[in-house]
């Protein structure tokens, strides 16, 4: 595995772990179903800005 696959990777991780937390602790559902659609989607840019 490269190291750009890893880093990949972590991302992805880092991504599904932080849905996770958004949908528990987000105060509105609208805001939740945001956040666990671009740390989904999009996690190089949304995990950094979560």
Known sequence: M???AG???L???AGFI???HAI???RT???AIA???SLNTMPV???PAY
Request: glycine share 4%; no cysteine; hydrophobic share 60%.
């Open 2 to 4: 490269s190291i750009a």
């Open 7 to 9: 880093i990949f990777l």
């Open 11 to 13: 991302f992805q991780v």
């Open 18 to 20: 932080s849905s996770l």
């Open 24 to 26: 528990l602790n987000t």
């Open 29 to 31: 559902s609208q805001g």
């Open 35 to 37: 956040w666990v659609v």
């Open 45 to 47: 840019i949304a995990v």
